[in-house]
């Protein structure tokens, strides 16, 4: 049974960075290396958005306000995608999910807050 789970998130004061990482477990590599797996976030009372996404490893995709700031790779021997976070605003805090397009699973989420 395939999981996916978060780590990495916590408080951070405004500017400061942290680094989340999303651990594919029971996935095995011949389905984890071209999947596209992505960072999603929900705000309270917000919906759900797209942070930034990764496909094999080198095709990425990112939200307007996170490109330049955020950076998304994939470890495919780890079975993990970790999202580098720096420059952080208090617009970024969220809960921060992880997303399988093959698995169509989502992760537990991972707490980011931001203070100003």
């Known amino acids: 049974q395939v999981h996916l789970v978060e780590s990495g998130g916590g408080l951070v004061q405004a500017g400061g960075s942290l680094r989340l990482s999303c651990k594919a477990s029971?996935?095995?590599?011949?389905?984890?290396?071209?999947?596209?797996i992505g960072w999603y976030r929900q705000a309270p009372g917000g919906d759900r958005e797209m942070v930034a996404t990764?496909?094999?490893?080198?095709?990425?995709n990112y939200r307007d306000t996170v490109t330049g700031r955020f950076t998304i790779s994939q470890d495919n021997t780890r079975r993990t995608v970790n999202l580098q976070m720096n420059d952080l605003k208090p617009e970024d805090t969220a809960v921060y999910y992880c997303?399988?397009?093959?698995?169509?699973?989502w992760g537990q989420g991972t707490q980011v807050t931001v203070s100003s």
């Open positions: 997303y399988s397009t093959t698995h169509r699973l």
């Open positions: 029971g996935m095995i590599l011949s389905v984890f290396s071209p999947d596209t």
């Open positions: 990764i496909t094999g490893r080198t095709t990425t």
